[in-house]
């Protein structure tokens, strides 16, 4: 094949840098109290929605890959698609093929996990994010695994549990928790079974870290999962109940970590030598720190203490490039000729800047699950250093730093293409504050006011969209009705996952004569690889979806 990407037959490209600023986390929700996007104040979106030729994307279900249209998007999902310029079935999806076909119970990985097990009498031990939230795990995977592994007579299974209440809605552990208790306790029925939850905690306090934001989550994963050493409880409903009591208030995803012990207090799940261990996360940003701490051989993030010996599987690998985990239960998608590869190779140079937070969705997962660089004489990734803070105590985040470095290397002229990403309003939406969502789009919209002056300046264009949203819905909604869901108190039950509405697109390129084409169907996030050839007078491969800008 080619990589030559070839002129634009009826477009000459604009002059300056083509921009993308992903506002993630910014949807489009109902204009009303439940919106922290229609709440804040926002001069420069609603110019630009008055003004700029404007449309709305889908970011959620099939668009971005996922199995079903009642699948929120997320953010690895949505830059795969902007990035790719295509859909790929993403890891939701994969997965559950695998387990349906089989496919995956016959494969290597898996059956060197249960015959490790069946060899040692030690434990098949489960790691993951307990919830159906579908964006990084889905508790029917884990349940399918659970089931095979009776029916192929391992006898011993340790389930850690990470509560969700970020991806589904918060104070909803115990019903996953129930769920899963009522499934071991039907196995343990069975002569020869002892399968049992043995650790847990809030996914935002342990093990689940990325970016290397905060080693300390999974120095604390490791202590509790490993090692046993948390506060022990003699079951997980008890822990849950007794620290939500000590801490009120505290969501699902800042749950303190915790071990189940017998009746000599001893920790019933320690991972041992001759173990088998299984991360049933499918999405790799907030898998790939743990499975370093169980894979690597010259690990110094942390003090791990005496590593067993185990058997270590990734439900997916999460880094292709690392090899990591260097075993897994099922292909990931194989993204291929993202618009970052072609530009590369095209000698187009290109700017890729977020804070810590999101630094890899504007890098690895924009250029397909791909670590490092195709180019690095063209390609310049940038990373701002996120606050170890609460985000809805610091809304800011790191916007305003984002916007000073971005613009100062947009400045130096180097630079034809750009890709920005301002994590607030998915951070800040995840914590279910509305009011500090509010600041924190608040926040986004004075960035974009600076990101215009200088496209203006540059005469460039600036494409502002995002990737799912969040922050346009804070409250849980009756799906019947549509009014809030309630609490014991009255007041609304905070919403603070992903939301299934549509994201805004606006093209911002002064002294063009641009219009947007009108789709059959409203278009994904996967056209705007295209639209930003296109706009750098560049014709897109045959097989991307088509540009949205109209000939």
Known sequence: MSWKLEQHPSFPGIPGPVIVCVMDGVGIGRRDESDAVWLAQTPNLDALSQTAPSVQLNAHGCAVGMPSDADMGNSEVGHNAIGAGRIFDQGAKLVAQAIASGEMFKGQTWQDLGQRVRSSGESMHFVGLLSDGNVHSHIDHLFAM????????????????????????????????????????????????????????????????????????????????????????????????????????????????????????????????????????????????????????????????????????????????????????????????????????????????????????????????????????????????????????????????????????????????????????????HTGHREAATKAVEVVDQQIGRLLAVTQKLNGALLVTADHGNADCMFMLDPKTGTPVLSASGTPKVMTSHTLNPVPLHVYAPGQSLALRAPAQTAGLDSLAATVLHLLGLRAPSDFSPSLIRD
């Open 146 to 429: 659970i089931e095979r592994c009776d029916a192929e007579d391992v006898q011993k299974v340790r389930i850690h549990i990470l509560t969700d209440g970020r991806d589904v809605g918060d104070h909803t552990a115990l019903e996953y928790v129930d769920a899963l208790e009522k499934s071991l306790n039907e196995i343990n029925q069975k002569k020869d079974r002892d399968y049992k939850i043995a650790s847990g905690g809030g996914r935002m306090v342990i093990t689940m870290d990325r970016y290397e934001a905060e080693w300390d989550m999974v120095e604390r994963g490791w202590q509790t999962h490993v090692l046993g050493q948390a506060r022990a409880f003699k079951s997980a409903r008890e822990a849950i109940l007794t620290l939500r009591d000590e801490n009120p208030g505290v969501s699902d995803q800042y749950i303190p970590p915790f071990v189940i012990a017998n009746q000599d207090s001893e920790p019933i799940g320690k991972i041992k030598d001759g173990s088998a261990v299984i991360l049933f996360n499918f999405r790799g940003d907030r898998a790939i720190e743990i499975s370093q701490a169980f894979e690597s051989d010259t690990f110094t993030a942390f003090n791990r203490g005496s590593v067993p010996d185990t058997l270590y599987a990734g439900m997916m690998q999460y880094d292709g490039d690392l090899r990591l985990p260097k075993r897994y239960l099922v292909q990931p998608p194989a993204i291929d000729r993202t618009l970052g590869e072609y530009l590369a190779l095209n000698g187009i140079p290109q700017l890729a800047i977020s804070e810590t937070q999101k630094f890899g969705h504007v890098t690895f997962f924009w250029n397909g699950n791909r670590s490092g660089y195709f180019d690095e004489e063209n390609e310049t990734y940038i990373e701002i250093p996120s606050d170890v803070l609460p985000f809805d105590e610091r809304p800011q985040m790191k916007a305003e730093e984002i916007t000073n470095r971005a613009i100062e290397e947009l400045l130096t002229g180097r630079h034809r293409h750009a890709r920005i990403n301002f994590a607030n309003g998915d951070m800040v939406g």
